[in-house]
Each structure stands twice: as C-alpha cells, then as structure tokens.
C-alpha cells in the first residue's frame, strides 16, 4: 500500500518544480532546528536580540513597512460558484485564482530555502483537531507557526496516519503590495499566499487554514469554526462554566481571556481560565452541549495597550521566549508600546528610527507578540482535553461608540443567531485601510467566512436541533463613549461584573428585563459596587434607545437582503417583528 505520505511528497516536489529553491528543509519543530533558524535570522538582522537580562530569548522583527496588517481587499476565497462566496467576499474562479498564483510563485524562491512545516491545529490527540502543511520561504513564518501551532513531528505523524491534510504555500515574494493576494481554494482545502510576511495573511494555519477553510469544512462535517476566544469562568463554589466569545479583530478577545478579576472577586474565590484569545472550534457532544477546543498553541496579541494594569497575564507571558513584531524599543533595548505604562520611554520606533512623537507611534497599532500559551499564569490544564470544554455562554460583541449597551441577552438560539448577523463594530489597525469606520462584522467573522454568509448563518441555525443543549447567547459593548468621547466602561478586569451576570443567567439566578432587541440587566442585578459611574454612564449603559434602534434596526434590514433569497426565513422574519415591536 502506498504511504498516505505520497500525497505530501508528490505536492511538495510540485511546488519546488514550480517555485525553484536552492534547497528543500522539512522542520521536525525541534529546539535544535529552531535555534538554528534563529541564529541564521539574527545573523541577517531579521531577528534582532532584546535586551537579555529583562527579555531572555527574546527578538524584536521589524516588517516591511507596507506589511503591517491583513490585507482584506487582497483576500479572495475561490469556489467553482460565485455565489458560493457571497457577498461577504472576494471571489475569483479556482482555475484563475490558481493560475494567477502560479504565476506570482513561478521560480519565487530561487537562491532561498523552502520550509516544509507540517502543523495540527488542536490538540495532536483530539479528534477535533485538524493538520495542515505550510510550505514558506520565510524563516520568521516558521519560528511563528513553532510558536501558535503544533509544529513538526508529531504533526506529520498524525498527517501520515490519517492521509488528509491542508495544503498552505507561502512566499514573502518581493514585499511588493501590487504583487500580493492570499486565496483560498476550499474545494481543494489549499491556500496560496504571495507577498506578506505578516500575521494573519503569512502564518496560514491561523486565519486561512483555522477560519476561512475550517468553517468550510464544519459546515459540511456539521461543526463550527469561530473567531472566539475560550475562557473558564470558576466561581467561589469552584465550578467552572466555559464561555466563547467572538468580538471583530482588536477588540478584547485576548484581553478578555487573559482577565484578572478586580480585588474583592479575587478574595471571593473568582479566576479565570484561558483556553484560547482568538480561535474556536465547536462541536455537539453526545449531551447535546458544545464542545469547545482552541486550535491554536499560542497568542499572536496586540501589544498597543498590553500593561500591568489592562492585562497583567499577558504582560508576565511576555517576559521571555517571545517574538515581537513592529514595537519600539528603549534604550536599554527592551520592548515598548503605547499604553505599556511601565515609565519607560521609547527612543527607537518600529521602523527602527529615532522615535518622534509628532512623526509616529513608537509601536504600529498593529504591532503585536508571538507567545507560547504555556507561558501564560492563566493558561487552562483544559486547554490540552482531547474532548474539549462545554460552552455556557457565546458572546457577541462590537465596537460601538454610541447606541449598543453594555450587555444584553438574546431570547433563545434563533435571536442568537440573529444578534451575531447584526454586530457591528468599528474598524481597526488588525487590517489595512480606514480605521474607525462602523461596519458590519456578523459574528466577527466578516473577514474569515470561508463561505456565503447567508449559508453560514444558516448552519449556525441548523444546531437548533431536538436534543440539543445550546448556550445562552449575549451581546456586549465595552466600547461605549460620553459625551466628552472617553469610554463609560472601565473596561479589562471589570468585565467579569458582566460575565457574572450572564453565568447568573446561565444559572436562573438573576432577573432581567425583556426589550425588543433581548433581555437587560434588571437594576441591582449586575453588580456595580466600588463603580464611579456617572447618572449619563448608567443611562447610556443599561438604557434603550428606542429612535436609535430603530434606525438600527432598519439598517440591519437592509443589511440582511443584501444577501437575497439565500439569507434563512427564520433571520429576515424575525429581524421584521423585532422593528415592528421597537
Ligand atoms: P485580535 O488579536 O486582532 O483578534 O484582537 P483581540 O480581539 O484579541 O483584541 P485585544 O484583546 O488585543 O484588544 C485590542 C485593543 O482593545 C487593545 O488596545 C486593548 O487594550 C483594548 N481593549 C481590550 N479590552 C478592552 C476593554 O474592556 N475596554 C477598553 N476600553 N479597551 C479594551
Ligand atoms: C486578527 O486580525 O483578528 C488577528 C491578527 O488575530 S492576524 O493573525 O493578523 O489575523
Ligand atoms: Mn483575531
């Protein structure tokens, strides 16, 4: 018989025909083999070494300047249909897509090395996990995927065993922002990625392979694959409920997962535990719950922000062994960000210039830390059950200046799924382009839905079944502002007041009122104690703005049938009872 290995040789020896290298490394994910490509990126300035007494083993990547961010508008998801992709992307055919890329990767890596890197997202024993493979030009991609995935030989072991794996190839290219695209060919379960080295558009196993092509699978194989973040939430009585919560790219996932509740919680006996700070998958175990694994092994976070006071886990994960791309540095060469408040000053900014604060931030927006997830206090033993977590709660969540309070709760699993289509959220620097911008962001995954939104809302309804035993859904908004533009809520630690009430909920132990668009924190059931909220802070957090939700309303409406005949009765009904009842 032949070994279900041939397949990866066979494609493997295609791309090298195609994409010319000098020579071919197959990464096993060793220290040895990982020390080695660190030196080599440091002897060539790709890696460059911060100060080792306060940052052991730890390096400062400097990206081209141009390569900062996801490149949405560069981002295609090629099915034999258009339709197929939906509005919610952009499309080419998989003949003219794969032709357009073969071309780009024609001889691409003459005079480099191609990297071999066989990956399992998930647990290497799950059953919910999945392999793929990353060929890459690029030193600084493998290093990162050694970091956010299970890398090397175990993973080529269970790829060997179980025959089928994603296809990823992968080159830096020139850098050139005209000659870059990254598609994905779900039929195929392949991506082709040319010309960034960055994040989400170069690491494949994450947003390609884990979201865009993972949701297409779930939907056939009857699992969900979520821009979520997975954490424990453990009460004084030592119970553990387990909560997803999907909000758009920078907007609180890893801070919300790495949380510390506030002091009087932490005597009480509340924690948290993190499970995951970006991706989730999903699945119904035979209870009729959903089971819950982060595919990923480590945080590819946001430093901009990231201090000892908003988020002290991912400060102390970040001491050593940590990758960061595009922050500053001071002058005794550790790392700095705006908002590290740690009474350091920066003196040389990401693009490795003298720092000016008129010129630039020290740290891109987007800058960000490559970290193992065992480095983190807050890291879960659950993290590592083949089986995966039972979810209690899925939350929602945007960037909403004005109008969205501070929690609400949704009706039952259709209006959930209803409350995820209409998130809204403003833009970031997590993509290139306009930031600030309100957009619609349905389940924070209008950059990542390997598919027809209108389709995947409808498998998101398709889990409402006899038998089954779903979460409670939620909506919140930490970004709430005044008047005077400053944020309503603390925010960070705080937070946990409301994932205390939505577990009360959970638990039928705490009163809400009913509105049209879900159930509000009755007064006194969401504990504000020790909270300096001004009368304006509790109207705009906990209040109904009837003319606002209207209007709300009616532009979800609208959103809606952008998608026609295909978005699901069940959505389109409701969203026209609920602006009836407003
Ligand atoms: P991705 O990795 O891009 O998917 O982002 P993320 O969703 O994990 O966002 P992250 O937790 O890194 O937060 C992004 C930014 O939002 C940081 O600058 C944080 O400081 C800020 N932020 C996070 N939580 C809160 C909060 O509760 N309140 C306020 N005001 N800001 C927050
Ligand atoms: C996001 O943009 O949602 C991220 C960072 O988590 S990236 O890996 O670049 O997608
Ligand atoms: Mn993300």
């Keep these: 018989m032949a070994s279900s290995l041939d397949a990866l040789n066979q494609w493997v020896m295609e791309v090298a025909r195609l994409t010319c290298p000098e020579q071919i490394q197959w990464c096993d994910g060793s220290d040895t083999e990982n020390d ?20 052991p083993r730890s390096w400062l990547h400097r990206s081209h300047p141009d390569d900062v961010a996801r490149v949405e508008h560069l981002t295609f998801v090629c099915t034999p249909e258009r339709d197929d992709a939906g509005p919610n992307n952009n499309w080419m055919s998989p003949a003219d897509g794969h032709a357009q890329m073969d071309a780009l990767f024609d001889g691409c890596m003459a005079g480099r090395t191609m990297y071999v890197v066989p990956y399992c997202m998930g647990p290497i024993d799950s059953p919910l996990s999945r392999c793929g493979v990353e060929i890459t030009d690029s ?15 175990a993973a080529l072991a269970r790829i060997e065993r179980e025959g089928s794996f994603v296809k990823g190839l992968h080159s830096i290219g020139e850098l050139d922002p005209n000659r870059r695209y990254i598609m994905h060919f779900p039929e195929d379960l392949a991506i082709k990625s040319y010309g960034s080295g960055y994040g989400g558009n170069a690491l494949l196993g994450k947003k390609c392979h884990a979201l865009r092509i993972a949701s297409h699978q779930a939907r056939s194989e009857g699992w969900m694959a979520e821009h979520m973040l997975i954490l424990g939430l453990e009460n004084p009585q030592g119970q553990i409920h387990y909560i997803a919560a999907a909000f758009p790219s920078a907007c609180g996932k890893t801070n919300l997962a790495m949380l510390i509740p506030p002091e009087g919680y932490r005597r009480d006996g509340w924690k948290i535990w993190t499970i995951g700070d970006d ?22 976070g946001v430093a901009p922000g990231t201090s000892e006071k908003s988020n002290p886990n991912a400060l102390a994960s970040i001491q050593h062994d940590t990758i960061f791309t595009n922050v500053g540095v001071t002058a005794d060469n550790q790392p700095w960000w705006e908002g590290i408040d740690n009474g350091q000053v920066p ?33 879960s033993p659950m993290a590592e059950d083949p089986h995966g977590v039972p979810i209690s709660a899925i939350v929602f969540g945007g960037r909403r200046a004005s109008l969205v309070p501070l929690v609400f709760e949704a ?3 259709t209006h959930g799924v209803l409350v995820g289509a209409a998130m809204g959220s403003e833009t970031t620097a997590a993509a290139t382009g306009t930031v600030g911008v309100m957009r619609r962001d349905p389940m924070a995954m209008k950059p990542f839905c390997g598919y027809n939104f209108a389709d995947y809302f409808g498998h998101w309804l398709s889990f409402d079944q006899p038998g089954a035993n779903l979460p409670k859904v939620f909506h919140v908004n930490w970004f709430r502002k005044g008047d005077d533009g400053k944020f309503l809520w603390p925010g960070f630690g705080d937070n946990l007041r409301v994932l205390e009430w939505m577990i009360k909920r959970v638990e039928g132990k705490a009163g809400a009122q009913d509105t049209p668009i879900g159930a509000l924190p009755l007064q006194g059931e969401l504990n504000l104690d020790g909270l300096d909220l001004s009368a304006e802070a509790r109207e705009k957090l906990f209040g109904l703005d009837q003319a606002g939700w209207q209007a709300e309303f009616a532009s979800i409406g609208q959103y809606l049938q952008e998608y026609g005949t295909r978005m699901p009765e069940a959505l389109t009904a409701l969203q026209v009872s609920i602006c009836k009842a407003l």
């Design 36 to 55: 080695a490509l660190i030196a080599q990126m440091q002897a060539d300035g790709t890696l460059l070494p911060l100060n080792p007494e306060t940052h």
């Design 411 to 413: 009706r039952d699993w």
């Design 347 to 379: 003196v040389t900014d990401w693009r490795g210039e003298p720092f000016d604060a008129a010129k630039r931030p020290a740290a891109h927006p987007n800058s960000r830390f490559t970290v193992s997830a065992r480095q983190c206090p807050s890291w």
């Design 139 to 153: 030193p600084y991609v493998v290093a990162n995927m050694r970091i956010m995935t299970r890398m090397g030989a």
């Design 279 to 300: 991706i989730c998958w999903m699945r119904p175990g035979a209870d009729g719950r959903l089971y819950a694994i982060n595919p990923e092994a480590g945080f590819f």
